[in-house]
Every structure is written in structure tokens, then in C-alpha cells.
């Protein structure tokens, strides 16, 4: 069964490595969900870092599915932010489901 239509109500940008230290050519990627969350350093300013989260990726809904590789940008509400990591998750049959991809 795959993420309900109704929760993926975002769209992002991604900008995949190039290979070089850049970055290739923005590809829009719509039916997401994303998941922000901030946390605050407990030092002498208590700084707040620019913010974090989790974009999920439905294999049946989002358009177009792509990897999204450690390394690559995401672009979401005018911010751009850097992907620390990514976890694909399949069915018992192997079959991918969806991705979760969390970036700061």
C-alpha cells in the first residue's frame, strides 16, 4: 500500500552532484512530504541551527521517483538544504515502497 495521496502535499527541487563539486540542473519532484524540524545548541547563545528534516518519497505517487544520493541539494520553501543521508525501504517482495531522505 503506498503513502496516501493526501499526505504527499509537497513539491521540492533537486539538484543531484555532478561529479565536479557542483551540481547538475534542478529537477522538480512533486508528491512529497516533508517534515521539518529545528533544534536549538545548548551553548553560550543558545543558537538554533537553520533548520532540518525529512522529505519522503512514495514509489507509487511521487513524480518522478528518483535516488537521492548523500551529497545532492533540495530546495523546499525558498531554503536550499544539503541531503546527509538516505534510507530506501522495499516490500517483502523487494519491490521498492518509499525513501526517506533527511537533509539540514
Known amino acids: 500500500m503506498p503513502i496516501p495521496r493526501r499526505l504527499l502535499a509537497h513539491d521540492v527541487e533537486v539538484r543531484l552532484p555532478d561529479g565536479k563539486g557542483g551540481y547538475l ?3 522538480a519532484v ?3 512530504a516533508v517534515q521539518m ?3 536549538v545548541c545548548d551553548d553560550e547563545h543558545r543558537s538554533a541551527d537553520a533548520g532540518a528534516g525529512v522529505v519522503f518519497l512514495d514509489a ?3 513524480d518522478p521517483w528518483m535516488e537521492i544520493p548523500a551529497g545532492a541539494r533540495i530546495d523546499f520553501g525558498g531554503s536550499s538544504y544539503y541531503v546527509t543521508s538516505t534510507q530506501t525501504y522495499e516490500t517483502v517482495r523487494g519491490q521498492v ?3 526517506e531522505v533527511e537533509f539540514k
Open 25 to 27: 540542473e534542478a529537477v
Open 37 to 39: 524540524r529545528q533544534s
Open 60 to 62: 507509487v505517487h511521487t
Open 30 to 32: 512533486r508528491r512529497v
Open 97 to 99: 515502497h518509499h525513501a
